[in-house]
């Protein structure tokens, strides 16, 4: 029943240091992650965590990481098969509907590590295009960056792939970058706030203070995410 409600979700954008609604209210976003469909093309109790946690736990945020090739429908090779394009999309077309009929927020992660790749441009190309201008859909454009220093964080660059213990070092990657997963976005005509993680597992944000911050020239503007691991 709660798919089928109209959309409550008030479009919200950067002022300063604030999210803040189009009258110049303050947003507090407090929610969780509901993890699954980044490992699994069907996820596991999706909607039912997403119920639990808008009802009952009066959140007004859910993160919910994706993967790119459950999105595409070719699965996650070697280990997971292909799988319907479509019926995963279904997933994520209800998450989104469930928040917006409760006026909360669908974070939509993109749940990648290490560095921006072409990939990831075109799974935002796609994506950003279906949710364009939903106001309860955001955009977490890349969930954890590596630690290549800001320049290869913010322009992309030649970088070593991450090394896996015990295997040698794989071949380097052509990284593109944050700005080019920010403007893949504005590129669709999607003005949705756009969350994007800082340096070593998106822990580090000191760069954005020191010239590496987002460009954003069209849109309602980059909230920075630190994974306080430490």
Do not use: C
């Amino acid at each position: 029943r709660m798919l089928s409600l109209p959309p409550k979700t008030a479009e919200i954008k950067v002022s300063g240091n604030k999210l803040v609604t189009a009258d110049g209210k303050e947003v507090w976003l407090q929610g969780v992650n509901v993890p699954s469909l980044e490992w699994s093309a069907k996820g596991e109790n999706i909607l039912q965590s997403m119920k639990v946690a808008l009802v009952d736990w009066k959140a007004n945020a859910v993160r919910l990481p994706v993967h790119d090739g459950f999105w595409f429908g070719t699965g996650k090779p070697p280990k997971v098969p292909p799988n319907d394009a479509e019926a995963y999309r279904k997933i994520v077309d209800d998450a989104v509907t469930m928040a917006a009929s409760q006026g909360a927020y669908l974070i939509l992660d993109l749940h990648r590590f290490w560095m921006p790749e072409e990939r990831d441009i075109q799974f935002w190309k796609d994506a950003a295009a279906r949710y364009k201008n939903n106001p309860a859909v955001i955009f977490d454009i890349f969930n954890e960056p590596g630690d290549r220093g800001w320049a290869i964080w913010r322009d992309g660059g030649e970088v070593k792939g991450k090394p896996k213990k015990g295997e040698p070092e794989p071949q380097a990657i052509q990284s593109v970058g944050m700005q080019a997963l920010v403007n893949a976005v504005r590129g669709t005509g999607a003005r949705n706030l756009i969350i994007a993680g800082g340096v070593g597992s998106a822990y580090d944000l000191q760069g954005i203070l020191e010239g590496y911050a987002l460009t954003d020239q069209s849109g309602n503007g980059i909230m920075y995410a630190t994974h306080f691991y430490n």
